[in-house]
């Protein structure tokens, strides 16, 4: 038998491996017959040693042929989409979020990936709605949830329900399997996969390798792990077939590869290169897939030790990051990086040879965002610096999201002004929609109509959606989790936006089935021009209107859902209806954006670009960033949508329209705000009251009250303002020390007990921030502290009453220190009665 190392040499000098590779391959073979010579004869060991080393190298090589090839199909695709753009530039960045206006026609990762995830939701509703979180962040039915995760790992709970609603988890963990291999991934199906593994590189290395491997794999009693279903890379077959554990040398060796790689965040097996492409993700997923516990029980034990999510957030979230990944894939490849440096390219190459400098500087402006907007997505753009000062930062703004956002549902009325604009611009009645709005926040029945036809609440899925609308991050943290989860449900914030999304949805998916009677050429110039636009044809819209494939409600009103479509229509292959389903699903989640708005990829990047969390300027940046993505993303969508509309008198109609309607809500947010806080109504017969209207209708409402005062409503000044919640609550915490200690070395009376009432007032987590509550709690609670550690205290409520008079115009409707109120709100001072 030939010597496989002079067949590796003869393969390098024909020119057929690399040397680097065959050196590496020999090593391979020579670790696999010595491990084999203790268990066969040495003839038999080389032979089995290169049988299986063989079926590991073409099994590698089938998955890199198979990337490969989509990797060219997704250029191939790229290469069109920016040359037949009307602007390269904006070509580019269209690839990772939609604008409008772009007449950009292809698919968008940030939207493909919502629709994906709102059809996970779907699927999962039931799953959600027994599982998923309450108001206080507890898992609705913790032991169900429990059973729920031994039933993924083929444990057996003897709960039919739990078995039930694992099968629906696994159901979408294999569509979502199957759809990241089809655009180029390369995942093994596993019917036992359970759960993804989320470790906690902190807990990881505080424990220490020899107490890892100790928990995982003693050296003596049971080992956590199923050797039957962990692959040994170097031979393509798993460690043990009869579940034995291996011996310990292998175990040892496999395990110290694994904790290196978490602990390193994969750095151990990578060198620093000056590549701009980032790691392919169609191997990745399977990378996730390595260890395999013995049973849903061991999976939950090592997650309570080592996980860094609950169990219902590493089920969800594990499918919510397959959304993510199948997205990316999708429109850019399997190496997403470089399906976009590719994209870039190609408009570099165009501009140039077209000779227009003018398009050259849009290309390297635009390629910069897009880059960065892409690390946003894929996650890459918050890999700390230091991970302990970025988990003290991120924990501390989820903290001041209980603090401040209680009252941002009185603000979040602007959306009725979004939405029914939205709706004219689309060609949809805004009456219908509105009272679509008012049915979906009263009527239990309809929101059940809207869940079977695949519209499901998103916090259902993920607690921290909504302080993610204006913040542009998920919380991180149990605690910080639970305080930011709790404000946004408690506030009515959540339920808000979800029955305004959700009723949207619904009501935008009325209207095509209204017009399903149709042909394409029929259709109302609007609807027609957003299918036109994201790549809808005739064909698609002939499918798309089966009257098979309509919902229809109890009351017989018909719905045209991408997601309950796929599920029924029969003409169409599965894949194809997938791919259709999830276009439409993509356009409406477009159109979502411009009338709910929230905090866009984009708008994140322009705020934070690529500052690392942990780092003294990506912190500064993010406290910064902290609520002004929200106003950025609104702006942004608002002036495209603007810059579309074809006619200069269209143009001029739209802006006042939405201007008017904007600042008229405002102007109601202002109102509401004032009374939660204790005070009558702002007079409206000033220019100051409008101006503050203005910036609460583009969510800087804090802003608006620097043109009354010098002083925000919190007390800070305007430079605190624009350096961000984080920066202002560390002058809350530092601003009274100093000034105490000045006023000690002055010789005058401490403010020691005024500052601490202060510090209760506006910086208590849920009590300072519910605006149904916030004043009770101030009144009831601060005023009474400071009642009786400030002696002063009755004279400061007095001064400030004079200042609030002054400046705003209007008087307490709550006296300040009584338990009680005395009289109501004075509306009649909005029209400047009370003067």
């Known amino acids: ?18 040397q680097v590779r065959a050196r590496e391959a020999g090593s391979k073979y020579d670790q696999l ?61 269209n690839l990772i979020e939609f604008s409008e206006g772009s007449g950009f026609r292809g698919e968008s990762v940030a939207s493909i990936e919502k629709a994906y995830v709102h059809s996970i939701n779907a699927s999962l509703n039931s799953v959600l709605r027994e599982t998923g979180r309450n108001v206080w962040g507890n898992s609705r039915d913790a032991v169900r949830l429990r059973d729920v995760i031994r039933e993924l790992h083929m444990e057996e709970t003897g709960d039919a329900r739990a078995k039930a609603l694992a099968q629906k988890v696994r159901s979408e963990q294999q569509r979502m ?78 395990l110290n590869q694994i904790h290196e790689g978490i602990t390193t965040r994969g750095w151990d097996t990578r060198e620093a290169g000056l590549t701009t492409g980032g790691k392919a993700l169609y191997n990745q997923r399977a990378e996730h897939r390595v260890l395999h516990f013995r049973d849903g029980s061991t999976w939950l034990e090592y997650n309570k030790r080592f996980g860094s999510s609950d169990p219902f957030s590493g089920m969800i979230g594990g499918l919510h990051g397959m959304a993510r990944d199948v997205a990316m894939m ?6 997403p990086h470089t399906g976009l440096e590719f994209a870039i390219q190609v408009a570099e190459k165009h501009a140039a040879i077209r000779k227009d400098p003018g398009l050259e500087d849009r290309v390297s402006k635009t390629a910069i965002r897009a ?64 009272a679509r709005q008012v049915q979906m926040m009263t009527s239990h029945a309809t929101r059940e109509t809207a869940a079977q036809m695949g519209y499901v609440a998103d916090t259902l899925a993920d607690i921290g959606s909504t302080a993610a609308r204006f913040t542009g991050e998920v919380p991180v943290g149990e605690f910080a989790d639970r305080l930011s989860g709790f ?3 408690a506030s009515g914030l959540s339920f808000w936006t979800d029955m305004n999304r959700t009723a949207f ?32 044809t005739a064909r698609d819209w002939d499918l798309l209107r089966d009257p098979e494939a309509l919902f229809t409600a109890p009351n017989g009103a018909t719905f045209l859902s991408p997601i309950y479509w796929r599920n029924a229509q029969k003409t169409l292959p599965p894949a194809e209806a997938e791919g259709l389903a999830m276009r439409l699903q993509m356009a409406i989640e477009e159109q979502l954006e411009v009338a709910i708005p929230s905090a866009t990829v984009e708008g994140r990047a322009l705020m934070v670009g690529r500052s690392a969390p942990g780092a003294i300027g990506g912190e500064l940046l993010r406290s910064t960033a902290m609520y002004k993505g929200f106003a950025v993303s609104l702006m942004l969508a608002q002036i495209r949508r603007f810059m579309a509309i074809p006619t200069p008198l269209g143009r001029a109609a739209y802006a006042f329209k939405m201007s008017a309607s904007l600042v008229l809500m405002g102007a109601l947010a202002v109102q509401l705000k004032e009374m939660a806080k204790g005070n009558d109504p702002r007079p409206m017969d000033e220019s100051k009251f409008w101006m503050a209207a203005v910036f609460q209708s583009g969510g800087l409402g804090i802003f608006g009250d620097f043109f009354a005062s010098e002083t925000s409503r919190v007390g800070g000044g305007l430079a605190e303002t624009i350096a961000g919640p984080v920066v202002g609550f560390a002058g809350d915490l530092i601003g009274p020390v100093a000034s105490n200690i000045q006023r000690a070395a002055e010789g005058e009376d401490l403010l020691l007990g005024r500052d601490a009432a202060n510090l209760v007032r ?28 400030d002696p002063e205290a009755e004279r400061q409520w007095r001064q400030q009453a004079r200042r609030q008079e002054q400046d705003y115009g209007n008087a307490n409707w709550w006296q300040r220190g009584q338990l009680v109120p005395d009289r109501a709100p004075d509306l009649s001072n909005a029209f400047g009665g009370s003067r």
């Open 330 to 335: 999708r429109v850019l490849g399997p190496n």
């Open 505 to 536: 949805q619904m009501e935008f998916s009325g209207f095509m089935a209204s017009h399903a009677g149709d042909r394409f050429e029929a259709l109302p110039d609007p609807l027609r021009r957003i299918f036109e636009t994201r790549g809808i």
């Open 487 to 489: 404000t946004m449900r």
């Open 1 to 18: 038998m030939p010597n496989i190392h002079d067949c590796l040499q003869r393969a390098v000098d024909a020119g057929e491996l690399d």
């Open 371 to 434: 880059r960065t907007m892409l690390m946003h997505i894929d996650g890459s753009a918050n890999v700390p610096e230091s991970l302990a000062a970025s988990r003290f930062f991120g924990g501390t703004r989820k903290v001041l999201t209980s603090i401040q956002l209680g009252s941002a549902a009185l603000s979040a009325v602007t959306d009725l002004a979004t939405t029914r604009m939205a709706a004219t611009v689309m060609g949809m009645n805004p009456n219908n929609l509105f």
């Open 177 to 254: 399997r199957r759809l990241f291999n089809a655009h180029g991934g390369d995942i093994g199906e596993l019917a036992d996969f359970g759960v993804n593994h989320t470790h906690d590189v902190a807990r990881l290395r505080a424990a220490g390798l020899d107490a890892w491997k100790d928990f995982v794999a003693p050296q003596r009693g049971p080992h956590m792990l199923d050797w039957t279903r962990i692959i040994d890379n170097a031979t393509g077959k798993p460690f043990s077939a009869d579940g034995t554990p291996p011996p310990r040398d292998r175990i040892d060796s496999f």
């Open 762 to 789: 506006y910086d208590t987590p849920i009590g300072s921030s519910l605006w149904y509550a916030r004043l009770a709690f101030s009144r009831g609670v601060a005023d009474q502290l400071q009642y009786f550690l």
């Open 33 to 93: 017959v010595e491990r084999y010579a203790t268990e066969m004869p040495r003839h038999q060991a080389e032979a089995t040693a290169a049988a299986h080393l063989k079926e590991a190298t073409k099994r590698a090589r089938r998955s890199r042929k198979h990337a490969v090839l989509n990797q060219l199909q997704a250029m191939t695709r790229i290469r069109t989409l920016i040359l037949d753009s009307p602007d390269p530039a904006l070509a580019i960045r």
